[in-house]
């Protein structure tokens, strides 16, 4: 059972010190739109990805927001948590009457409010400097949808933080957030990689998490495959992080 | 072994039953049996590696017992923690970082199920001056502040200390415990681990040795020094001193000598000195006095060394 007002008060002031983290806010909510505009930029405006048929700047749009959300949850959660079981503020917190979920519940959830506006501030710069128009419903499903496929990235977090400590996590976190990135195109169209990159790319994460904004770009239903693969990492991702987070918390 | 009278009807605080956790092949905690009894005030002592932190770590249900069962308030650790009735501060405890002291603290009042006022607990702990310092800016005697504060931002009725005072100054030692004998004082039981011997001796109603895993003495402090059974007897002698003649004065425990300074421990220091006055020295500046805790504690755990070595 939850504690619900306990982890409301974590909640919050994890939010606090999310917002307090100018290094923090930089890198999930600015930076994925400095890369947006540099890399629409490069592209003619009327330039449409093949076998899309989007332009590149709305293309991009996704794979941005997509981005900013990923950055946003997964090094909010990997980092903090591996530091903080760490420094023993973990055992500390498990001093009190809070649950154990509550310290990882409060961790994503203060993560997804700072993927919010970082999703929100990509949309805004997209229409405002590159004309990227879209029907309301879209912008409110692409919304949901990047938002909600975050909880993915998140879960990926919270088992990194788990698994790695001291100096490992950082270059883990980053190998992975880069590798899941680029390899699963939301830098730059995997069309554009070589046969066996696609082949890859097709199975990761975060090629599936950028498709489904990009089926209600061009106003489609997300595709099957697309929710099932990103259902499995989530199975596969949150299952890993509930295994570790009990194997610590036997051996802390 | 002593323990403290209680009555037999009341449910004790802490109750551990024959407990046991095994690190590989070394036992952490072997067999320990104790009751801790509201009100008490209790110190744990014992050498490094002795079991402390394992024995407070299964006490708040951090660590869970090979065998043997572990009581608090008749419950579980975890659920006497969930009910509020613990306050803990660990040395291994960690605090939040890039967050205000204040903020923490008030915090620390939300999780609690009984919580007092934050700005109360603030000026309980002696931080309100710093209350909007961050806490990864507080040097080790003000974490340690902040830490206490955690351990009593609620009405608990059981407060466990790891090395409170580590890090702090005489001053910060004194103001701690001036504080904590007002917890102590409002009926609460206090168990505190500690390396200062002397804040067992001036502050516990009754002190636990521990060693190897297992309880060694239980006690009172002057309980504790009396089973040391030792005093310790020094004087200076002029010229040349016959070593040979004063080893083989009757019940000595320990004997050095430094200079002209002589320094004896005797298991009946009355016998001694008399015997020392039969060899016809003249013994100057020769004092008698009981062991210091320290002394008492160091005497048990090397007997108890010896014992397990022969």
């Known amino acids: 059972m939850l504690n619900t007002s306990a982890t409301r008060a974590l909640i919050k002031l994890e939010l606090t010190r999310s917002l307090r983290n100018k290094k923090f806010l930089f890198f999930s909510v600015l930076y994925p739109s400095f890369i947006y505009l540099i890399f629409s930029s490069s592209a003619g405006s009327g330039e449409k990805v093949d076998e899309t048929g989007l332009t590149v700047a709305t293309y991009l749009m996704v794979s941005m927001a997509s981005f900013g959300a990923l950055t946003a949850v997964l090094m909010g959660n990997s980092e903090r948590i591996a530091k903080e079981r760490e420094n023993g503020w973990v055992r500390q917190l498990r001093l009190t009457p809070l649950p154990g979920r509550g310290y990882v519940l409060a961790k994503t959830a203060s993560a997804a409010v700072v993927s919010l506006p970082s999703i929100i501030v990509v949309f805004v710069v997209a229409a405002v400097f590159k004309d990227v128009r879209l029907d309301t419903w879209q912008w409110l499903a692409l919304t949901g949808v990047i938002w909600a496929g975050s909880l993915v990235f998140a879960a990926l977090g919270v088992a990194i933080g788990y698994v790695a400590s001291g100096d490992a996590v950082r270059p883990i976190t980053m190998i992975v957030y880069f590798g899941l990135s680029i390899l699963g195109g939301l830098w730059m169209p995997s069309t554009t990689f070589p046969r066996i990159l696609q082949d890859i790319a097709k199975w990761l994460p975060t090629h599936a998490y950028a498709a489904l904004g990009r089926a209600i770009e061009q106003s489609e239903a997300p595709h099957t495959t697309d929710i099932a693969v990103l259902a499995v990492y989530f199975v596969l991702f949150a299952g890993g992080a509930a295994w570790l987070y009990r194997k610590d918390t036997l051996k802390a | ?310």
């Open chain 2, 1 to 310: 072994m002593t323990t403290t009278a209680a009555p037999a009807t009341t449910t004790p605080v802490v109750g551990f039953d024959q407990v046991t956790k095994t690190y590989g092949s070394v036992r952490a905690v072997d067999g320990l049996s104790l009751r801790l009894y509201p009100g008490e005030t209790v110190a744990l002592l014992g050498p490094n590696g002795a079991g402390k932190s394992t024995t407070l770590d299964l006490l708040l249900g951090l660590k869970h017992p090979d065998s043997g069962t572990v009581g608090v308030f008749g419950t579980s650790p975890r659920e006497a923690i969930v009910a509020g009735r613990v306050g803990a501060m660990l040395q291994s405890g960690g605090l939040m970082d890039e967050v205000t002291v204040a903020e923490l603290v008030k915090l620390a009042c939300s999780l609690h199920p009984k919580p007092y006022k934050a700005a109360d607990v603030l000026a309980r702990a002696g931080i309100t001056q710093i209350a909007d310092r961050k806490v990864n800016k507080l040097s080790g005697g003000q974490a340690q502040r902040v830490r206490f504060a955690l351990a009593t931002a609620g009405d608990s009725d059981l407060i466990v200390l790891d090395e409170p005072t580590t890090g702090m100054d005489v001053s910060a030692r004194q103001a701690f415990w001036a504080t904590m004998r007002e917890q102590a004082d409002q009926g609460r039981t206090v168990l505190f681990a500690t390396h200062y011997l002397e804040e067992a001796d001036a502050i516990a109603d009754r002190v636990l040795v521990l060693h190897r895993g297992r309880l060694l003495a239980d006690g009172t402090a002057a309980e504790i020094k009396a089973r040391a059974g030792a005093r310790r007897i020094s004087f200076d002698l002029e010229g040349s001193i016959e070593e040979a003649a004063l080893r083989d004065l009757p019940f000595l425990t320990s004997f050095d000598v430094s200079g002209q300074t002589v320094r004896i421990q005797s298991s009946d220091a009355d016998a001694t000195v008399h015997a020392l006055y039969g060899l016809g020295v003249y013994p100057r500046n020769l004092e008698v006095a009981g062991l210091g805790l320290e002394q008492a504690f160091v005497a048990i755990t090397e007997a108890e060394e010896a014992k397990q070595s022969c």
